[in-house]
């Protein structure tokens, strides 16, 4: 895979993240005057419309009567960086989204679509996608890391890459993401550069860019412990429950054949990647920038620069990680940013919303009522 600059696509590797911007940047205050009145409203105050037209009832009172944290009672192994980042624009849509899974407005959905597509074009640009048939957990993972093996190589002798997955344990939590483009600046310096796209043809409003600005300085948090060694494979085994002595399957064996990578199982693979990403002199990402472009005109709007702020990514991920383990109830957002709900889906069934700051879950079940 190093010698053709080949990657195999994200389909095969069943590891994608959502990098784009596209379902925050629709929620921006600029569009909700126009786009309030063509979005697909929530049916009554239990239920919301499904993506076939048909109602889906939403569990209301299960989080409060489910002793387990959400990252069990959803069933997750990790979480994406943006799963975070939803969290930073509004913890309890966020909520609800897990909640009611495959429910999507029709204009979101084409809205990511675009920003999916321009991602693609850019990323073709420096090496072809290859997909590989996959069977089992432990060959999608091999996929991701055929990825990193080949593009570590490719970072150091021609200077950029794009699309790079990163994953590590953050406060106890296995934290995935894909990082847009890595290069070296003309003084050698590793910068990374997060691609937004825009519908409209203007910058965000500052609560995306906060959000945006949270992502890369995630993104970098991750990436410096991969090639500090300090993300291990024993904390990857011990979220992913993945079996490092399973054997490849025939595909992903000759996709790393022809890549030069001799190995048998995951095991092999992970004992390369980790031995990749701290010998091979790959340094900390030294610059965050986030370029905006116009999806329709792919025109620059803009640039950010941002600042990697450690200690307040830390809090973030420490306040937003305690929903997570069950430790607090999920908060919807301040007064202040109430114009945020005029395009959510949620709105007419938002606990939070309802209950003036505080989660109308508290009030007494229906089911006791009705005895």
């Known amino acids: 895979m190093a010698e053709t600059g080949e990657e195999v696509s994200a389909e095969a590797s069943g590891f994608s993240d959502l990098s784009d911007s596209e379902f925050l940047e629709y929620l921006d205050l600029e569009d909700t005057q126009e786009s309030s009145a063509s979005l697909s409203k929530p049916g009554p105050s239990s239920e919301l419309p499904g993506k076939d037209g048909k109602l889906i009832s939403l569990p209301k009172w299960k989080r409060r009567l489910d002793v387990s944290s959400p990252i069990e009672r959803f069933h997750l192994k990790y979480l994406y960086v943006t799963d975070l980042c939803t969290q930073d624009w509004c913890e309890q849509q966020m909520v609800y989204e897990k ?26 640009e420096v090496h072809d996608l290859v997909t ?49 483009e890595l290069h070296y600046t003309a003084k050698g310096e590793l910068e990374l550069a997060e691609l937004k796209t825009r519908r409209r043809p203007m910058l965000p409003l500052e609560a995306q860019k906060k959000k945006d600005c949270f992502q890369v300085n995630l993104y970098k948090y991750i990436f410096d412990a991969m090639v500090q060694g300090k993300v291990t494979s024993a904390s990857l085994i011990h979220h992913t429950k993945l079996c490092p002595d399973k054997l490849l399957g025939p595909s992903v064996l000759r996709h790393a054949r022809q890549g030069g990578f001799s190995v048998k199982s995951l095991g092999d693979l992970m004992e390369l990647v980790f031995l990749s990403l701290t010998l091979s002199d790959l340094p900390v990402i030294d610059i965050l920038k986030i370029e905006y472009i116009h999806q329709e005109t792919a025109t620059v709007l803009g640039t950010e620069i941002v600042a990697f702020e450690e200690s307040e990514v830390k809090g ?56």
Request: proline share 6%.
């Open 316 to 371: 973030k991920v420490q306040h937003y990680m305690a929903y997570w383990m069950g430790h607090r109830e999920p908060q919807g957002i301040d007064v202040e940013e109430a114009w945020k709900c005029r395009t959510c889906n949620y709105a007419d069934i938002c606990e939070w919303r309802k209950g003036g700051g505080m989660p109308s879950s508290i009030l007494e079940p229906q089911a006791k009522k009705m005895k």
């Open 99 to 124: 909640e009611l899974p495959g429910f999507l407005a029709p204009e979101k959905a084409a809205v990511l679509d675009s920003g999916a597509s321009i991602h693609l074009a850019r990323e073709l």
């Open 132 to 180: 590989i048939p996959i069977s089992t957990k432990e060959d999608a993972w091999a996929v991701k890391f055929l990825n990193i093996l080949s593009m570590i190589p490719i970072l150091q002798s021609e200077g950029r890459i794009r699309e790079f997955p990163v994953f590590g344990e953050v406060e106890g939590v296995l934290l995935v993401g894909v990082i847009d």
